[in-house]
Each structure stands twice: as C-alpha cells, then as structure tokens.
C-alpha cells in the first residue's frame, strides 16, 4: 500500500541550528514534491516544490533535495529562527487526468512539529 | 489581493444534522479543491474541481458527503447525517490554473467541525 512518512513528530533544535526534516515514502511514483508549513489554526502555506527529475532546490534559508531511488525527500531551514517554528508537511503530487487535464493530486504526511529555542 | 475565504471558521453540530461549509477561493483560480484534516495528521484528500465539475471525488469518504461549485468560483460541502468521526478541520484549496506543469496550492483557514 501507499505510505508516507515525516520521521519525526517532532523537532527541537537550538536556535542558529540548522534543522532537518525527513519524508520517505513507498510505492508512489510522484512528479513533483511538495513541503508546506502549517501555524497552528491556520491552513497551510507553500514553501517549495522540487521535481522528480531534480536533485536539490534552495529558496534563502531554505533547501529541499529529492532522491527518487531512496524514495526520500530532506527539507533543512539553516540558521533557524524561533518564527521557524511551525508543523512542516510534506505533500507527495502525483499527476492525475480528469476531464482532459493534468492536475496535482497532493497526498500530505502527517507533518514535523518543529519548535526552534532561543 | 484576499486569499481563501472559509466560513464558518467554527461549527458544532449534533449527531445526524446536516451541515454546510463554504469556500470562496482566490479570484480566477480555476482549480478547488476540499482537504479535511485530524489531529497530528496532514490533510486528506477529499474532491477536486475544475470550473463548475468535481472532476475527481474519489476521496470522499461515503454518500453522505457531497460539494457543489455551480459557477466555477464559491464551493460548498455539504455533510449529511452527520456522525461524530465526521469532527475534523475541513479545509479549501486554490490553485491558478489546472493543466499547469506543477500547482501550488493556496489553503485557507478551515472550518473547525465539531459533531456532538
């Protein structure tokens, strides 16, 4: 069956640390992946996306790689602030058709609480 | 510009009422989509629109849960008979345009749904 895993409920680092977050996942095929963060009762806000065919993606503190044979993303946030603390999702999008269009079809984890100390 | 709107941002309901949540997304996002999310976990995948069609419902947990989208902007999920594993945030989705290589997704804030 299909499974995706964040390895941590949670994370707590020092603050100037840098903070690593892991999604594997099993039998999926995904085109592109997703990390999202989540503040509590909010919804969800996009941070970045990498492509399968992509080994590594950056965005200012930000850095996602992607390796398709271990089937495993690692999203670190370098020189982490107390305001990095957030639940952190990872969304595999696996293309699907309807209707005559693709579309992204956003499967989540069950998320990485990460609490960064002063 | 206004992100996605939800509304109510809190229900409670008794067991067996029929509820409504709305979702009015980010203007001209062509793409909606409906998520609900438990406790410690990520969000479900519930239905994808494209304009006014759910071209995709296969996420839906049973004949009890139904959306609407008639003029391909406002959606509104509909929970009948509703039973008290339904209680979970439901949460909206938008998204510029389908067919694109890639979407990001835009959230909003959720209706808290608490079934009594």
């Known amino acids: 069956s299909q499974k995706i895993e964040q390895n941590s409920e949670a994370l707590n680092i020092q603050e100037g640390k840098t903070a690593t977050l892991t999604c594997n996942y099993t039998n999926y095929s995904p085109a592109y992946l997703q990390w999202y963060r989540q503040d509590p009762g909010r919804g969800p806000v996009f941070l970045l996306l990498i492509r399968e065919n992509e080994k590594e993606k950056r965005k200012e503190r930000l850095k996602v790689t992607f390796d398709t044979t271990l089937k495993q993303s690692l999203f670190h946030i370098t020189a982490s602030q107390p305001a990095d603390s957030a639940t952190y999702l990872c969304a595999l999008d696996s293309r699907s058709n309807a209707g005559g269009t693709s579309y992204g079809k956003l499967t989540f984890g069950q998320g990485t609480i990460l609490t960064v100390h002063p | 510009g206004a992100g996605v709107s939800q509304t109510p941002s809190n229900k409670v309901t008794e067991k067996g009422k029929y509820v409504e949540l709305r979702c009015d997304p980010i203007s001209g996002h062509t793409a909606l989509y409906w998520y609900r999310q438990s406790l410690g976990q990520g969000p479900e995948f519930l239905i994808y629109?494209?304009?006014?069609?759910?071209?995709?419902d296969s996420g839906l947990p049973n004949d009890r849960f139904f959306a609407v989208r008639p003029e391909g902007s406002v959606s509104t999920l509909k929970i009948q008979r509703t039973e008290r594993g339904d209680s979970a945030v439901y949460l909206c989705?938008?998204?510029?345009?389908?067919?694109?290589?890639?979407?990001?997704?835009?959230f909003g804030p959720g209706t808290r749904l608490t079934v009594l």
């Open positions: 989705a938008s998204s510029p345009l389908a067919g694109v290589s890639y979407n990001e997704q835009f």
């Open positions: 629109f494209q304009g006014t069609g759910a071209a995709d």
